[in-house]
């Protein structure tokens, strides 16, 4: 370490094997200046961070077939990089030559990326590069990971969309990738004697159960429910789910605000439920909505249009119908009693 200064050819001069378990050790001499030690810890973290360049690098080198490489690294005593990571950091360097690489943007977020389309991937990693260069450090890598998911997820939404749009043409019928309902339960009070003055059947038609199940419901094999469930009416509301073929995912709740009447407790929200069948996407990381929405009360068992309004942000292209609609929705297909197409 002539005039002070510190290389990579220095450091490695610094690594020693030690030991019968071949331990790789680093041996830092004595007296090494305040400015040493710091080259020195950047030096290692260029190795830290372009580790995966070397490993995908070393995979690709050499005229071996592959069943040769698999063999090696996967046979009794082997110490090297496992066979997974060796091919995922393969795929890396062919998929970013040398000349794709940005000199500021670690292995790790070029991996991120590697799923994207090329001008996608550029995109991420240009931004990264410009943030380097501006800040000093990229992006962190779980903001990289949270971008691409959330473009993927875009991608599948537009998919589903032509999807349904698809299968309506080969059916004949319009079917549905979203399906927004809102049973009109029947609940039956402990007396139908004096337990009716406050009961929906005073308000509009209500179904039993058994009816609602039977229903054929638009939806197409790709396709999310939202369907919304009274506290009293939440083991029904699982069995029409599961009648109309969805699977329960998640749910929400309606916060209104003042308290209702109930049995055991003055019910203060409702349940609006998530199920799915086939294959939907869900919200990218970040982009989910919390689950619990305040809204004021509206007519007797009228729905906020915040919760339509965010059903439309999560599937924006998606053909999608409303149940039991109490009135026109602009863009929604709709189906009730009191509703009138858009």
């Not at 094999?221 to 009274?230: H, I, M, N, S």
């Amino acid at each position: 370490m002539p005039d002070g200064s510190m290389t990579a050819h220095d450091l490695d001069d610094l690594f020693r094997w030690r030991g019968e378990a071949r331990e790789r050790v680093l041996e830092l001499p004595r007296g090494m200046s305040l400015k040493q030690w710091r080259e020195a810890g950047q030096i290692i973290g260029e190795l830290h961070r372009g580790v995966g360049w070397l490993v995908g690098e070393w995979w690709l080198y050499g005229p071996w077939d592959e069943a040769d490489r698999v063999a090696t690294v996967t046979a009794d005593g082997w110490s090297g990089p496992a066979l997974t990571t060796c091919k995922l950091a393969a795929q890396c360097c062919k998929t970013f030559p040398k000349a794709r690489r940005r000199a500021l943007v670690p292995y790790s977020h070029h991996l991120e990326v590697l799923s994207l389309s090329t001008v996608e991937a550029d995109q991420l990693l240009d931004q990264a590069q410009q943030k380097a260069c501006e800040t000093g450090n990229p992006p962190a890598v779980r903001a990289v990971r949270n971008e691409v998911k959330r473009r993927k997820r875009k991608q599948r939404e537009q998919e589903l969309a032509g999807a349904t749009e698809a299968a309506s043409a080969e059916l004949g019928s319009k079917v549905f990738g979203v399906v927004y309902a809102d049973p009109p339960w029947r609940f039956e009070p402990y007396s139908r004697d004096t337990g009716m003055d406050r009961a929906a059947d005073n308000h509009y038609p209500t179904e039993p159960v058994e009816r609602i199940c039977a229903m054929q419901v638009p939806a197409a094999d790709d396709a999310v429910l939202f369907l919304w469930a009274t506290t009293p009416m939440l083991p029904q509301a699982l069995t029409v789910m599961e009648a109309w073929g969805f699977t329960y995912k998640s749910h929400c709740v309606w916060r209104k605000d003042h308290d209702g009447t109930g049995y055991w407790f003055r019910n203060r929200h409702e349940l609006l439920l998530v199920g799915t069948r086939g294959n939907v996407p869900a919200p990218a990381p970040g982009e989910q909505y919390s689950s619990v929405i305040e809204a004021a009360l509206g007519r007797h068992s009228e729905k906020p249009a915040a919760f339509a309004e965010m059903i439309e942000e999560m599937f924006p292209n998606v053909p999608a119908v409303e149940l039991f609609a109490r009135g026109p929705r602009l863009g929604w297909a709709v189906w009730g009693n009191e509703a009138v197409s858009a």
